[in-house]
């Protein structure tokens, strides 16, 4: 049966003795089943590294080697299931290469532990793929940061000159064109920056983050007029993305665009998941629009906002809709996952701004 397996592996009793050794195994290692069957699992320390460490299977063996003393950068720990990243001096004739190593118990019909089965999946080839993307990528984000910069001072001249062009003419068709000009590059200096918001979208692990305090910090960094808000139920913390305040401050956006003045935002848990309710009284959305804006191109003016605010919930697999009543403002409703948020407690809550008018 070991030599149906994919991957190179060897299998041992529950006293660690090897039992078997598959032949992927014995091309990787350069050694026989028959040499190393009956042997102790330490001697796939030897074999491997040179000295006499326990084989990764030992975690998951009764009365075996401590946890503690498995040197081993552990990547999924389970009862009956372990999984590690381990350098292999042995691979390539001698240069050496990373393994996954993964292990699993064996059990007999009754489900007791008789043994365990540990195999080793070469993927140098795959982690250096990797590392050359990452180095490819942190090359682009130079140059996008370096461009972006060059850009802004092109722009910051122009419109320099643009206002200065505005105080010497006194047609106000010209005022007209220049003021214009103006604010077109302005909504460029917009777009340039929103590229620097935006470029860590993806790449950053989420984080847990404390609704109440999104809020506020999507209110304190409003460039334009923003609505009342106020704040109410349980206090939660979310896990997503690190652009969460700029979901807020779209939709605040949005509310002021369609001439909104108050805003009511609270929570509800039903079953497996919690519905954060955005609710304001701007212009209702009619139904025809209710998904088409959430478009890529739904709204050239107001730019990509609710398509990315979709984009950027979806990291941890929050979703976005709109329900409202067209007759009675929006309605926005913000669903989180089981697992993608916790409802905290009074001690928590401790310094935090939740239940006040914003």
């Given at each position: 049966m070991i030599d149906q397996l994919p991957d190179p592996g060897?299998?041992?009793?529950?006293?660690?003795r090897i039992i078997g050794w598959n032949r992927r195994l014995e091309t990787l290692s350069g050694v026989s089943r028959d040499d190393m069957v009956g042997m102790d699992g330490t001697a796939c320390g030897i074999l491997f590294y040179g000295d006499e460490r326990p084989p990764l299977v030992d975690l998951i063996l009764?009365?075996?080697?401590?946890?503690?003393?498995?040197?081993?950068?552990?990547?999924?720990?389970?009862?009956?299931?372990?999984?590690?990243?381990?350098?292999l001096p042995c691979l390539r004739g001698g240069a050496g290469g990373l393994v996954l190593a993964k292990?699993?118990?064996?059990?007999?019909?009754?489900?007791?532990?008789?043994?365990?089965?540990?195999?080793?999946?070469?993927?140098?080839?795959?982690?250096?793929?990797?590392?050359?993307?990452l180095s490819a990528n942190a090359n682009l984000q130079q140059a996008n940061r370096v461009v972006r910069h060059d850009i802004m001072n092109e722009l910051t001249i122009v419109l320099g000159y643009l206002n200065l062009a505005g105080e010497s003419v006194t047609d106000p068709e010209v005022q007209g064109d220049l003021a214009r000009a103006?604010?077109?590059?302005?909504?460029?200096?917009?777009?340039?920056?929103?590229?620097?918001?935006?470029?860590?979208?993806?790449?950053?692990?989420?984080?847990?983050?404390?609704?109440?305090?999104?809020?506020?910090?999507?209110?304190?960094?409003?460039?334009s007029c923003v609505p009342t808000?106020?704040?109410?139920?349980?206090?939660?913390?979310?896990?997503?993305?690190?652009?969460?305040?700029?979901?807020?401050?779209?939709?605040?956006?949005?509310?002021?665009?369609?001439?909104?003045?108050?805003?009511?935002?609270?929570?509800?848990?039903?079953?497996?998941?919690?519905?954060?309710?955005?609710?304001?009284?701007?212009?209702?959305?009619?139904e025809y629009e209710k998904e088409r804006i959430f478009g890529e191109n739904f709204d050239k003016v107001r730019g990509y906002g609710l398509f990315l605010d979709r984009e950027i919930l979806a990291v941890t697999g929050i979703t976005l809709r709109e329900t409202g009543d067209p007759d009675r403002g929006a309605h926005f409703e913000i669903v989180v996952p089981a697992g993608a948020y916790r409802i905290l407690t009074g001690q928590e809550v401790s310094g935090s701004d939740w239940v006040v008018d914003l």
């Open positions: 060897f299998v041992v009793e529950r006293s660690g009764p009365s075996r080697t401590p946890p503690d003393l498995i040197p081993y950068a552990i990547l999924e720990l389970d009862p009956g299931a372990v999984s590690a990243e381990v350098h292990t699993a118990v064996v059990t007999d019909r009754s489900g007791a532990v008789i043994g365990g089965i540990e195999t080793l999946t070469d993927i140098s080839a795959q982690r250096s793929a990797i590392e050359r993307l103006s604010l077109g590059a302005r909504q460029i200096q917009q777009l340039i920056e929103f590229t620097r918001e935006i470029r860590s979208h993806g790449t950053v692990l989420p984080s847990w983050q404390q609704l109440d305090k999104v809020v506020a910090a999507a209110l304190k960094n409003s460039t808000v106020t704040v109410r139920g349980d206090a939660v913390r979310l896990l997503a993305d690190s652009l969460l305040v700029r979901v807020i401050s779209t939709l605040l956006t949005d509310t002021y665009q369609r001439g909104g003045n108050l805003v009511e935002l609270w929570t509800e848990e039903h079953g497996d998941h919690l519905c954060i309710i955005y609710t304001d009284d701007g212009d209702g959305i009619p």
